[in-house]
């Protein structure tokens, strides 16, 4: 019987990695290990295979359906506050200018100018777009008639896992679908 996995070479068989409690370690990035990682952390006893895909790897003495959807068995504790890194600024923004909304050519901007004292904290940088950025320059959003479209804000990992279900990846392999509720309408 044809089956899509098995003509799936392994290294387009990553596994989605939940947490002890079946829920997905991130959002965004999605938390997926290469196969060689689930496969090892399986023989480690680390994991539970929850889903497998239809491709087998094979050993002289062992053949193995490759898993798609792994469970942790220890339980990780999440992080309450995520790294202030630029993608974390763009997911925070969703991705947008926080003066005009455009999508294209993001970068950041220091709402408090540095040249005025301001620093590079979560609650002073937004998301601009460089034409806005340039255009504000070294003013504040209020000096420059600019107002941002919502307030800059240290999120919660919540936060930014939430907005993260907005972005869904490029590859989501049907095993994963039931773990992720990207898009998913649910039966009555």
Request: glycine share 4%; with cysteine; charged share 20%.
């Amino acid at each position: 019987m044809f089956h899509p996995d098995l003509m799936r070479h392994p290294e387009g068989c990553p596994a989605l990695v939940l947490n002890a409690d079946y829920t997905p370690l991130s959002y965004y990035p999605l938390s997926i290990w290469p196969w060689q990682t689930a496969v090892k952390a399986v023989f480690l006893d680390r994991v539970d295979i929850v889903a497998h895909y239809e491709r087998e790897v094979r050993s002289s003495s062992l053949a193995m359906k490759l898993p798609s959807v792994i469970a942790l068995k220890q339980y990780v504790r999440p992080s309450q506050f995520p790294a202030f890194t630029r993608f974390n600024l763009f997911l925070r923004d969703r991705f947008a200018c926080q003066y005009c909304g455009s999508g294209h050519d993001l970068t950041f901007d220091h709402i408090v100018p540095r040249a005025q004292g301001g620093r590079t904290t979560w609650e002073n940088v937004a998301t601009a777009c460089a034409p806005c950025n340039l255009k504000k320059g070294g003013r504040t959003p209020k000096q420059a008639g600019m107002p941002l479209h919502i307030p800059a804000i240290r999120p919660t990992n919540w936060q930014l896992q939430e907005h993260g279900r907005s972005f869904p990846p490029n590859f989501l392999h049907e095993s994963w679908r039931d773990w992720l509720y990207w898009d998913i309408e649910l039966d009555a």
